[in-house]
């Protein structure tokens, strides 16, 4: 059974940082990746790491500041410079074809407050 849990999630003040980790269990991924939503409004992309190379993939909104990683089965991602804007829930994602996410995680709070 393959499950993604999500932690780290919580309440910063703007410019703060926080960290989100992803534990991932049940099979081998290509890739693994970070997704945001709030109310209204369609999930978005923020960022990715292939398993294997390491390449890593990110947003215009959230370059320079956030910063995807990987170790063993976990993935995590590094919150700098958070503003407002970022407050969303978050939901890790992992994919195992050649394209996609088949999984995702049931998603962590993260609110900035100004």
């Known amino acids: 059974q393959v499950q993604l849990v999500e932690s780290g999630g919580g309440l910063v003040q703007a410019g703060g940082s926080l960290r989100l980790s992803c534990t991932a269990s049940g099979t081998t991924f290509n890739r693994m990746g970070w997704f945001r939503q709030t109310p209204g409004k369609e999930r978005e992309f923020v960022a990715a790491i292939a398993w294997r190379s390491g390449n890593t993939y990110y947003a215009d909104s959230v370059k320079g500041r956030f910063t995807i990683s990987r170790d063993n089965a976990k993935n995590y991602l590094q919150m700098n410079s958070l503003s407002p804007e970022d407050t969303a829930v978050y939901y890790c994602?992992?994919?195992?074809?050649?394209?996609?996410?088949?999984?995702w995680g049931q998603g962590t709070q993260v609110t900035v407050s100004s």
């Open positions: 994602a992992a994919g195992t074809r050649i394209t996609g996410y088949e999984y």
